[in-house]
């Protein structure tokens, strides 16, 4: 599986394909799953924004059963351009479990390097089954709040309504745990108002055109939006838990075995 939109650096995407060849083969994993995060599959890049790629890798089964654990990391050089690393599936699986919402979002990036929908959707599935909601909820928010503490910015406003927009998909699908990763879907599938996502769409054009979008004020609508969904989701402070660890632990521990078998 891959999707790869004619947007990207083609030399880029060439390279970060040479560099997931060479994790596989030097450290001896498979990579079932490797995607884009950051800004570019956020739905919102500039000029200059870097390429953030990451993976999930799988060791063979002897490796996991050694009394002497490996890291459950794999980076490669990091610079101006490249920032590619990866997560062991070992420490994903946990991490999703837990309802780490950035594990998660992985799974529903738009750019994929290279993918095994099969066992994308057996992730996904997984998260549905075991990850908590209200953790997922708390991360977001907090994301969203601790970006809008910093020094305001346009950039950094990016980094409030993304999150923000997550929250409201959350709020939209109640049975669900795993959103979409980029803001344009959030708000599609968030059943906003039109306003909100022409305003959105109006300063995502301008970030893609401007390599410092400065100190400007967001427009009005989206301030709104995102105080709404901050006040809503002071309910995932208090939430109480609602999966049973044993159970989840137990589901989670089957998956990895299969995965790994």
Known sequence: MRAIPPSLDPTVVSEIDDRLTAVASDHGVRIPWAIESGSRAWGFPSPDSDYDCRFIFVRSRDRYLSLWPERDVIETPL???????????????RLITKGNATAIEWLRSPIIYSGDPGFRDRLLTLALATAERSSIGRHYRHVALQQRSGEPSLKRF?????????????????????????????????????????????????????????????????QRFVTEQLDESERFETMTPTRDVAESRAIADEFFRAEVG
């Open 79 to 93: 610079d101006a351009v490249f920032d590619v690393n990866g997560w062991d599936l070992a420490k994903t699986v």
């Open 158 to 222: 990016f980094y409030v309504l993304r999150p923000a927009a997550a929250l409201r998909w959350l709020a939209v699908h109640p049975d669900e745990a795993a959103p979409p990763m980029d803001l344009p879907t959030l708000l599609s599938e968030g059943d906003v108002n039109a306003g909100i996502r022409d305003a959105a769409r109006d300063l995502i054009a301008l970030k893609a055109q401007t390599r410092e979008l400065g100190s400007g004020d967001p427009p009005e609508i989206l």
